[in-house]
């Protein structure tokens, strides 16, 4: 199989609508919930997302590694080789699933080079799909339905529509908006969050805390595709496997490239 982002946009949404339906059969029943090392929760619906993209991917295109949240640690001495592999969370907002709210997702990237050229964001519970590569665009899909083209806000309008976490938020976030001035919140839970900025429904989203690379990447090649960005604090794309840990930066993704949203940030979030 070519690795044509372009070309591999309509099998991985297959892939990823599988983990979907994987996810949905446990959502429906009683599940047990678990803690990882880091006290985060797992389900057996991680697990089952897991495997069902795990064994997708590696049909698809066995040539290329992946890294998925659930595959367990690989040292950067090994990964500091691929100069292209999938990026994977299987479930990205396990305690939205856990709440049974509905704002959780499938996300698979397609990393080359550092940076996601290939996004797929599935969101089980309203069928629906986000997704984006180089050269194509961006585009959501509800259900069967012909997909949608997606654009960011290319102007924000006042009030400012933000986006933020439902299960996170902090002092420097307040600090954040206070500076702002006039805005509107728009809780949401998961990757959703970057979705909203790339289908023009938000305006910026400022992370101010802690995610990990699998948690942003699939959605970060949506909003690029759909012509936003998403950069950490200094004002530069955030970018992937650089480093032998996983975590993200603080960063900030948006629509509106003619205002200096970095501007709101007090000394202690830079």
Known sequence: ??????????????????????????????????SKADESPLTEADMAS?????????????????????????????RRSWNEYWLIDPLDGTKEFIKRNGEFTVNIALIRHGRPVLGVVHVPVKDTDYFGAEGLGAFRRIGDAAPDPIKVTSKAGSPVRVVGSRSHRGESLDAYLERMGAHEMVPMGSSLKLCLVASGDADVYPRLGLTCEWDTAAAQGVV?????????????????????????????????SSRDWTAYLDDSSS
């Open 1 to 34: 199989m070519s690795s044509n982002p372009n070309e591999l946009i309509e099998p991985v949404l297959e892939i990823a609508r599988e983990a979907g339906r994987q996810i949905l059969e446990i959502y429906g029943r009683d599940f047990d919930v678990e």
């Open 50 to 78: 897991h495997r069902a993209i795990v064994a997708g991917l590696t049909k698809l295109t066995p040539e290329i590694p992946l890294l998925s949240e659930e595959s367990g640690e690989i040292p950067f001495d090994e």
């Open 224 to 256: 690029e595709a759909a012509g936003g960005r998403v950069v950490d604090l200094d004002g530069k794309p955030l970018r992937y496997n650089t480093k032998d840990e996983y975590l993200n930066p603080f960063f900030i993704v948006f629509g509106d």
